[in-house]
């Protein structure tokens, strides 16, 4: 089990009023805050993770989710409605066949992001 270092405090109150009108200046809203939150909480589910990283790589149906994956349609479904909802991923329709791909390069960057940040 890994232990936790203390938190270094300061050994002195000295408050930087300065630092703090910025910080207040441009702090998003606590409305703005809640939905960021929201949509990393989406980010901390495993099968999602797993599914937006196949996606990273190449857009596919939900036939060809679920067998890469192994899971069922059903469950890729389930779960493509949460990612699309939080506007993680986007749907092409060609004829009877229902593509997904990352929304945006604004979640290809998060995902490139959060590996850089583990792989350093």
């Not at 993680?88 to 945006?104: C, H, M, P, W």
Request: hydrophobic residues 40%; negative net charge.
């Amino acid at each position: 089990m890994q232990t936790m270092d203390p938190v270094e405090q300061c050994d002195v109150l000295c408050v930087h009023d300065d630092r703090i009108d910025l910080v207040n200046r441009t702090l998003p809203d606590e409305d703005t805050l809640a939905d960021l939150a929201e949509v990393f909480k989406v980010f901390g589910d495993t099968t999602r993770m797993r599914i937006l990283c196949v996606l990273f790589e190449s857009e596919l149906c939900v036939c060809d989710l679920a067998k890469l994956l192994q899971m069922t349609q059903s469950a890729i479904s389930h779960q493509l409605r949460i990612l699309k909802t939080n506007k993680l991923v986007k749907a092409r329709r060609e004829g009877k066949t229902v593509f997904y791909s990352l929304d945006d390069d604004h979640v290809r960057k998060i995902i490139e992001m959060g590996l850089e940040h583990l792989y350093e």
